[in-house]
Nanobody, 119 residues
Framework: QVQLVESGGGLVQAGGSLRLSCAASGRTFSSYAMGWFRQAPGKEREFVARISWSGGSTYYADSVKGRFTISRDNAKNTVYLQMNSLKPEDTAVYYC????????????WGQGTQVTVSS
């Protein structure tokens, strides 16, 4: 069973930075693409960023492009989300997820970490 545990969330002022981490259990972490998603109150969960199994390819939502950076350390079974120039509209619960190599759907999810950006 795969477990994903996010950390690093918190309260930050607009313009500030946070780095989220997602630690994964299991020995096959390096075989899977990983993604970050977020859900703001009253809104649907939305895609934020994705990174390929090797880290060689990354994809971002337009809303975070140029401000957020996704990365991974396969030796540590960890994926990161560096968030800079944070805006109040970035306030949400952030989730990491593993992407299935069979379906390309995200099949395992963490419990989420709260990010609050004050104006």
């Amino acid at each position: 069973q795969v477990q994903l545990v996010e950390s690093g969330g918190g309260l930050v002022q607009a313009g500030g930075s946070l780095r989220l981490s997602c630690a994964a259990s299991g020995r096959t972490f390096s075989s899977y693409a990983m993604g970050w998603f977020r859900q703001a109150p009253g809104k649907e969960r939305e895609f934020v960023a994705r990174i390929s199994w090797s880290g060689g390819s990354t994809y971002y939502a337009d809303s975070v492009k140029g401000r957020f950076t996704i990365s991974r350390d396969n030796a540590k079974n960890t994926v990161y989300l560096q968030m800079n120039s944070l805006k109040p509209e970035d306030t949400a619960v952030y989730y990491c997820a593993r992407r299935s190599v069979v379906t390309n759907m995200y099949d395992y999810w963490g419990q989420g970490t709260q990010v609050t950006v004050s104006s």
